[in-house]
């Protein structure tokens, strides 16, 4: 095992293939586009970069020879996955309310400074906008921010609108100023005359799905496990990426735009 402060050195050595990046936010964009260049598998925490600038040089860097993956672990959620499979069920397009409650964190916490960790938008909504992209399965065609009244520079209590190609429509619900002994994450589903709802990746229920049992686990399951395995497991395989870069580029796009 080696250890060095001298990252570009590491992410040039021919003995590794990988990189796992989980530096703070304003480091990803400059670290990703250093392995990628050194022909490296990359694994990388969100947000994937903090400007539409950064972004367009990861996406220029990126020849596809190389896995990218973006930590969205909520997409392998053992519960999600359940709900998803509910959905290929239904026809017609779909309405998402995902709610975040998220907390406060101190205003001069680095997350908080745009510079450095580009904000609660980018840094942590960013999992549920791709998310809907994923269980929409249609690109996104608008998104929209609205923040409240008292929010800074970077929005800590905030509404996200989206609407999809195929006439689905998601509101992400971030908010800050709740309770904390209220559950975390709530993701509520209409289409097709159901309704899905996930709590707290806890417990999934439904109405108006015939023959459908509510699916509990004694511990919740975010999906961060099996997110890591399904990324080994594509480089061991050599077949497709978990997350195709398309779709993270473009909802890393759609945030960026909203934050600016």
């Avoid at 970069?49 to 990861?58: N, R, V």
């Avoid at 480089?235 to 779709?247: C, N």
Wanted: aromatic share 6%.
């Amino acid at each position: 095992m080696t250890a060095s402060t001298d990252g570009p050195a590491l992410l040039a050595d021919p003995s590794s293939n990988t990189v796992v990046i989980i530096t703070r936010h304003d480091s990803h964009a400059p670290l990703v586009q250093l392995a990628l260049a050194a022909g490296n598998h990359v694994f990388v925490e969100k947000p994937l970069c903090l400007t539409a600038e950064e972004l367009s040089a990861i996406e220029a860097g990126h020849t596809g020879e190389q896995l990218l993956m973006v930590c969205f672990n909520r997409r392998f959620a053992p519960l999600l996955l359940n709900l998803q499979q509910q959905l290929h069920r239904l026809s017609g397009p779909r309405a998402f309310v995902y709610t975040c409650n998220a907390g406060a964190i101190p205003a001069d916490h680095w997350t908080q400074d745009p510079a450095l960790g580009g904000g609660r938008l980018l840094g942590q909504a960013c999992h549920f906008v791709d998310l809907l992209r994923h269980l929409a399965a249609s690109p996104i065609e608008d998104l929209q921010l609205l923040s409240a009244a008292d929010s800074k520079a970077c929005p800590d209590t905030f509404s996200l609108q989206l609407r999809f190609a195929d006439g689905s429509i998601g509101t992400v619900h971030y908010l800050a100023n709740g309770s904390k002994a209220f559950p975390k994450e709530r993701l509520e589903v209409f289409a097709a005359g159901t309704v899905l709802q996930l709590d707290n990746y806890r417990k999934l229920k439904a109405w108006g799905l015939p023959g459908f049992r509510t699916r509990r686990r004694l511990s919740q399951d975010k999906g961060q496990v099996a997110c890591c395995s399904a990324f080994l497991m594509a480089i061991e395989a050599g077949g497709p990426p978990p997350i195709p870069a398309a779709e993270l580029f473009e909802v890393q796009r759609w945030l960026l735009q909203a934050v600016n």
